[in-house]
C-alpha cells in the first residue's frame, strides 16, 4: 500500500485504482467483528436481511416467526464495544404482524420512509417506516418464497412476486394492483431479481430447475431459459429441455454491473451466466451444500477486482472469487444453517443471518495473514492472485503491473 500512496503523489497512477486495491483487499479480509454486534432481537431463524442503499444506514431483517426489525448499523462507538441496536420493530403483539415466516424483507430503493416484506402467508405488504403500518397490502393466491423491486428504475414501480405458484406476479406500487402475471415456469418459483442495470429485465429461478429471463415490456415476456449445457446434448437428455440446473434454483443474484448471474441450485452447485448471451461460463465453484427447503439468499461484493460471491454453506458463509471458483475461505461462527447475507458497499462489511436467531457483522481484517500453502506460489507470481499474502495497512500486497 505504500508504494501505492508513492505513486499517487508522483502522478503514476490514478485515484481509482489506489480505490479499487484497497476495496478489494478489504473485501477479500473479512472475520468477525470484535467490536461491534447486532441487537438480538429475533428468537426463531433469520431469512432475510436488507441494507437500505441511500443512505447505507439501516440494516433489515425478516424472521420464521413473522417479526421484522430495523437495526442502526452506522452508530459511532463511544467505546471499544457497541451493539447496533434496534430502531423499531414490527413484534408479534402488532397487529399488523405476518402471521408466518417473512421470507423477504427490502427497502424501498430510494427512501428509507419505506420498505416491503413478504411471508408464507401469502402477503405482501407495503410499510410505512415511520407509523410501522402496512400503506398497501397485496394478497396472493400461493404462499410467498420472495419479491424484489428495481434498484435502477424509473418508468415503471413494479414488484416481481415469486410464490408456490409457476407463475410471477408483477404488483404495481402506482396503482396497488397486481398487473399481470409472466408465465413461463411448470413448477414454484422459488427466487427472482431484477437487473441492476436494466429495468425492465427480470431473471427468476425454479423449481422446474429452470432459470428464466423475462423483459417485461414484451408481449412474450421470456426472452430465454439458460442451459447449463449450452445448447450441447449430453447422453441421452435432449437440448431442448433448457435447465439451469440439475435440481431447484432458489437463489441467484446479479454482479454489480449487471453482466453477470450467479445462480445457486439443490444440486449443491452454484453457476455463473453471461446476461447477454445466456451462456454458462462453466466456472467451477465445486460442491456447496444446498437443502433446497427455502429461497436462499447470496450476495456479491461491490467494487472488488475480482468480485466476491458470499455464500451460505450449512453453518458456514463460503468466500469465493467469481471469477474463477476458488474457494478463498470459510466464515465461520453460526451455531446454526445460515439462510441470507448481504454485503455493505460502502464499508466492505458482510452481514449475515441464520437459524440460530443471530445476526452476524463481519468486518475487515487489517492484519490478517492468510496462507493457503505452496501451491499458490506460482499463480501469485504471475500477479493474479493476491489471498496468500500478508495483508497488512502498510505493506504492498499489489502487483506493481497493475494499471490505472
Known sequence: MLSFLESRRNGTRKPESMVRAEVTRRTF?????KGRDVQRIHQSGINTLDIDPTEGRYLLSG???GVIAVFDIEAVPAVKEVTCEAVCTVGRSNKHVHKRSVETVQWYPHDTGMFTSS???????VWDTN?????????MDKPIYSHNMSPIATKHCLIGVASQSSHITLCDLKTGSATHILKGHRAAVMCLKWSPKQEFLLASG???????????RRAKSC????DQHNGEAVGHSSAAVRTAHSGHVNGLSFTDDGLRILSFGTDDRLRLWDVATGKNTLVNFGKVTNDGRKNVKIAISSGAVPDAAFVPNTADVAVFDLHNGELVYDLKGHYSNVNCCVFHPLFQELYSGGND???LLWEPDEGRVVDLGEEKEEKQKKGRTFYGQ???ATEDTWSSDEDG
Open 29 to 33: 479480509c473479512l472475520e468477525l467483528s
Open 223 to 226: 426472452l430465454m431459459a439458460l
Open 357 to 359: 436467531s443471530n445476526i
Open 131 to 139: 407509523a410501522l403500518v402496512p400503506a398497501e397490502t397485496f394478497t
Open 206 to 216: 425454479s423449481q422446474d430447475n429452470k432459470l428464466l429471463l423475462w423483459d417485461v
Open 63 to 65: 424472521g420464521s416467526m
Open 390 to 392: 500478508t495483508m497488512t
Open 119 to 125: 411471508s408464507t402467508d401469502c402477503l405482501l405488504k
